[in-house]
């Protein structure tokens, strides 16, 4: 890790070669003989901590000070002042100065006060960086998918997050509705405070109020203190209860009291804890179902649905298959430790064959394993699980085809063209593999080897009319 820089002002050459002394081992120390060479040196680089005399001819620490605060605003700076002077540095603070110290003064003294500094610095930035990094990760543009389903998703996510209003995600489980949810806590104007997320289906269900409200001393066995609940937690920010549906039905009464007054009560206590929350909640359950059939209360959902947003299958969303396989298989590829350049085409063929039940989440799993597997070049089909391998393989995604050497894609548009002649054959004949065979002339055992290898079922191509195949 780099040392932190420290600019020392000073127009007293004994005091500057003191200080230069106290911190050249700890710090990248740069030093400057009066303020008008202060404000020549800051002019051109930043300083994580600026320690200046306060009193010195041509430019002295205030102006140092304005300067540094108005060129660079995070950087600390520290005063010094000599007896009598305190009042100055008093006012150097309210102006944006972090600390004084008073000449004269014990070194050990001065090195704390600067060390304060430094690490002050050193936590603002880890702050900023945490923050970058979490609208990097969770920013609309990272969602990966470029389909019309999924761009139709982000300007929705892109409202909601200006709103500040409640929301409802909805889809089937592995579609990304939990990072949905952070992507609109961390766009919106909540995004410093917490981001609390709650699966309301791993709650025992005789602690979800408590967890969620919080409790009293005494209020129940084992409740040997207070305990705030995870709506206090965030407030000012969001929470995200996942899987709504699943929360018992006495909960729901008093979340939906929650909701209308804005308050909440912990177990045990009558009197309210006013609360400025944000909720985002989500489920893989047909609401509406739930409450035709009494397991959701209806007041419940209708102050949940302010804003709905339903996540797409993977299946209507096919086209983002080759963006987010690639983006997987990078970002495994760096968390292994793999010099992994892409797939081999057959696997390519099962990936865009496949379902995908689990969405999106399956997805991921599937190329984190495969990763973890592989030890060649490029991630192979036997790398991928039997129920890829047993399944059909589908049409290589253009984006994904030119990935491959020239040779193998003209294998794959042999392929692609066979597979297409062989399911029109298939219709043609109704999936009678007899009189198919004989049309294209080729033996029976034959088309059957045809048939297999390209993951075709005669039977998927039977319409019921009463012909049967030899």
């Given at each position: 890790?780099?040392?932190?820089?420290?600019?020392?002002?000073?127009?007293?050459?004994?005091?500057?070669?003191?200080?230069?002394?106290?911190?050249?081992e700890t710090y990248e120390v740069a030093t400057a003989a009066d303020g008008l060479r202060a404000l020549l040196v800051l002019g051109e680089q930043p300083f994580d901590v600026v320690l200046t005399d306060i009193k010195m001819p041509g430019a002295d620490g205030f102006e140092v000070l304005r300067t540094v605060k108005r060129r660079w605003p995070d950087t600390e700076v520290v005063m010094i002042t000599a007896h009598g002077s305190v009042p100055a540095a008093v006012e150097a603070i309210r102006e944006g100065a972090y600390d004084y110290v008073q000449k004269p003064f014990d070194p050990d003294d001065v090195a704390l006060v600067v060390g304060r500094a430094a690490e002050r610095r050193r936590l603002r930035e880890q702050a900023k960086r945490l923050t970058r990094e979490a609208q990097d990760r969770f920013g609309f543009g990272r969602l990966v998918g470029r389909s019309r389903a999924m761009q139709e998703t982000y300007a929705l996510l892109e409202q909601a997050a200006g709103l500040d209003i409640t929301v409802l995600l909805t889809g089937e489980s592995g579609t990304g509705k939990e990072l949905a949810a952070r992507a609109i806590h961390y766009e919106g104007a909540r995004k410093e405070r917490r981001f609390v997320p709650v699966n309301c289906g791993a709650l025992p269900a005789d602690l979800v109020e408590s967890e969620l409200f919080g409790h009293a001393r005494g209020s129940f066995t084992g409740a040997e203190r207070?305990?705030?609940?995870?709506?206090?937690?965030?407030?000012?920010?969001?929470?995200?209860?996942?899987?709504?549906?699943?929360?018992?039905?006495?909960?729901?009464?008093?979340?939906?009291?929650?909701?209308?007054?804005?308050?909440?009560?912990?177990?045990?206590?009558?009197?309210?804890?006013?609360?400025?929350?944000?909720?985002?909640?989500?489920?893989?359950?047909?609401?509406?179902?739930?409450?035709?059939?009494?397991?959701?209360?209806?007041?419940?959902?209708?102050?949940?649905?302010?804003?709905?947003?339903?996540?797409?299958?993977?299946?209507?969303?096919?086209?983002?298959?080759?963006?987010?396989?690639?983006?997987?298989?990078?970002?495994?590829?760096?968390?292994?430790?793999?010099?992994?350049?892409?797939?081999?085409?057959?696997?390519?063929?099962?990936?865009?064959?496949?379902?995908?039940?689990?969405?999106?989440?399956?997805?991921?799993?599937?190329?984190?394993?495969?990763?973890?597997?592989?030890?060649?070049?490029?991630v192979a089909a036997d790398a991928l699980p039997s129920e890829l391998r047993e399944g059909p393989r589908g049409p290589l995604p253009g984006e994904l085809l030119a990935r491959v050497p020239y040779r193998e894609a003209l294998e794959l548009a042999r392929d692609r063209a066979s597979r297409d002649y062989l399911t029109a054959l298939l219709q043609k004949f109704s999936g009678n593999v007899t009189r198919a065979a004989e049309h294209a002339g080729v033996e029976r055992e034959s088309l059957h080897r045809l048939l297999k290898r390209y993951g075709l079922k005669s039977d998927d191509f039977k319409r019921g009319d009463g012909e049967q195949q030899p």
């Open positions: 890790m780099s040392r932190q820089r420290l600019l020392i002002v000073e127009d007293k050459d004994s005091m500057l070669r003191l200080l230069e002394r106290i911190f050249s207070a305990k705030p609940g995870l709506f206090e937690e965030a407030d000012g920010g969001t929470i995200f209860l996942d899987e709504i549906g699943d929360l018992p039905l006495p909960v729901q009464v008093k979340l939906n009291r929650a909701l209308q007054e804005r308050e909440i009560r912990r177990v045990g206590e009558n009197s309210a804890i006013k609360i400025d929350v944000r909720v985002i909640a989500a489920t893989h359950r047909d609401l509406k179902v739930e409450v035709r059939e009494g397991r959701f209360r209806e007041d419940l959902f209708y102050r949940l649905h302010v804003f709905p947003v339903r996540m797409p299958p993977l299946r209507e969303r096919t086209e983002d298959l080759p963006m987010l396989a690639s983006h997987f298989l990078e970002r495994a590829a760096r968390t292994f430790r793999r010099d992994i350049e892409g797939f081999e085409p057959d696997a390519l063929r099962l990936l865009a064959g496949y379902a995908w039940p689990g969405n999106v989440r399956e997805l991921e799993n599937v190329i984190e394993r495969a990763v973890a597997v592989t030890t060649g070049p490029r």
